[in-house]
């Protein structure tokens, strides 16, 4: 069973928006911090920002704050990443986690006209 | 922001060799160190976390020592499936940050 399974990605005009959602399975969702990463292809990985397990405390990479909103909703098991205002260096693999051992397969997204 | 800085970028060797891969932050981390695999295509690999606690599933030729600033990772015997990018990452503080990687060859 795979724990996090994203989906979301697409092609996107900048100045566009976009929802990622990325669904929970077999850990305890609830009481995790839960994390979205990304990575231009080829290129390295970067920690997009962060929610608290009950969604009250939330962080964000200076890059992308203001523009990106990361929510969550327990019930559903799911986590979200809300981007607006997309620009072309938001093109990348998007990854939800469980910083560690649980990682979503990714999904891309890209900007571009 | 605390900085990672991995080294070497990339190395080729040969099965069989140990290989090394280091670390440093730019400031105390303590052990709040996660060693990553990563091969192309495909999410990363929890390898190490704690610095030097091996992940269930991992094999044992996969270690990791240090604290503080200084990591290391160790291939104890360099297999042909160990051809991946490697990454470290803190958790100390946020923004959480990443090594740059090391891509390892086989020869």
């Known amino acids: 069973e795979v724990p996090l399974v994203e989906s979301g990605g697409g092609l996107v005009q900048p100045g566009g928006s976009l929802r990622l959602s990325c669904e929970a399975s077999g850990f305890s969702f609830s009481s995790s911090w839960m994390h979205w990463v990304r990575q231009v292809p080829g290129k390295g990985l970067m920690w997009v920002g962060r929610?608290?397990?009950?969604?009250?405390?939330?962080t964000y990479a200076d890059s992308v704050r203001g523009r990106f909103t990361i929510s969550r909703d327990n019930a559903k098991n799911t986590l979200y990443l809300q981007m607006n205002s997309l620009r072309a260096d938001d093109t990348a693999v998007y990854y939800c986690?469980?910083?560690?051992?649980?990682w979503g397969q990714g999904t891309l997204v890209t900007v571009s006209s | 922001d605390i900085q990672m800085t991995q080294s070497p970028s990339s190395l080729s060797a040969s099965v069989g060799d140990r290989v090394t891969i280091t670390c440093r932050a730019s400031q105390y981390i303590a052990t709040y160190l996660y060693w990553y695999q990563q091969k192309p295509g495909k999410a990363p690999k929890l390898l190490i976390y704690?610095?030097?606690s091996l992940q269930d599933g991992v094999p044992s030729r996969f270690s990791g020592s240090g604290a503080e600033t200084d990591f290391t990772l160790t291939i104890s015997s360099l297999q042909r499936e160990d051809s991946a990018t490697y990454y470290c990452q803190q958790s100390y503080d946020t923004p959480l940050t990443f090594g740059g990687g090391t891509k390892v060859e086989i020869k």
């Open positions: 986690a469980r910083i560690g051992a649980f």
């Open positions: 704690g610095a030097t």
């Open positions: 929610i608290n397990s009950d969604g009250s405390s939330i």
